[in-house]
């Protein structure tokens, strides 16, 4: 019913976070504080188990973990570009010359 299908879905986020929280960490301590989560290999990789646990409830389940897992990313992206964004200061600007007319 529907408690059953709320606890796998509870469980499908606990893994996905598990794996990606691990990762991150793993590499935080090996390459460094400055590392980034990159596209690949680590959110494929995340993806892909998080899909395979979630084939072991149903097959239908590892679509849903798909489409759900992709959403949640664009709108994480997006919220990590407009809070992050850099922000361009006088010195990136390109300088504007004025050419001096002819009379």
Not at 69 to 88: D, E, G, K, P
Request: glycine residues 6%; proline residues 2%; positive net charge.
């Amino acid at each position: 019913g529907i408690n059953a299908e709320y606890g796998k879905q509870w469980y499908q986020r606990r893994v996905r976070e598990a794996v990606v929280s691990t990762q991150s960490t793993g590499e935080g301590v090996l390459l460094g504080k400055g590392f980034e989560l990159r596209i690949f290999p680590e959110v494929v990789f995340s993806l892909l188990v998080a899909m395979t646990v979630a084939g072991t409830v149903h097959r239908v389940s590892i679509t849903c973990c798909l489409v759900f897992s992709v959403i949640i990313l664009y709108f994480m992206n997006a919220i990590s570009a407009r809070t992050y964004a850099s922000h361009s200061s006088a010195a990136d600007q390109p300088i504007k010359t004025e050419k001096k007319r002819r009379k």
